[in-house]
């Protein structure tokens, strides 16, 4: 009968033990979501400029940046457009259209 106390107490140190690997490997879990969780936010908001370290700017200031550039893209398209194109005499295909009708064998 002396036996069962230690048993009890080798039992409980185990359960202990047990319950502190669970609790560490939950917070270590959690711990590792919460820096994704941070590192997304840093993203999507940006992150000001530190000493040696530019700003980086968060998604909406990227996406305006993307749509100012593809603003400016679609201005220039319209420029090459309207020269291949034949319109009122001035685009470069209505030069090349008068070039061959000059060069053209009849």
Do not use: C, Y
């Not at 999507?44 to 998604?59: C, D, K, N």
């Not at 550039?69 to 008068?98: F, K, M, T, Y």
């Amino acid at each position: 009968m002396q036996d069962l106390p230690v048993v009890a107490w080798v039992l409980s140190v185990a359960a202990v033990i047990a319950a502190l690997i669970i609790i560490g490997r939950a917070v270590k879990a959690t711990l590792a979501f919460m820096r994704t969780l941070a590192h997304f936010a840093d993203d999507w908001f940006g992150e000001p400029g530190r000493p040696g370290i530019p700003a980086r700017p968060g998604v909406m200031a990227q996406l305006a940046a993307v749509r100012a550039e593809q603003a400016a893209i679609v201005e220039r398209l319209a420029v090459v457009e309207h020269e291949l194109l034949p319109n009122s005499g001035s685009s470069l295909r209505d030069v090349v259209d008068r070039v061959e009708q000059a060069v053209r064998p009849e």
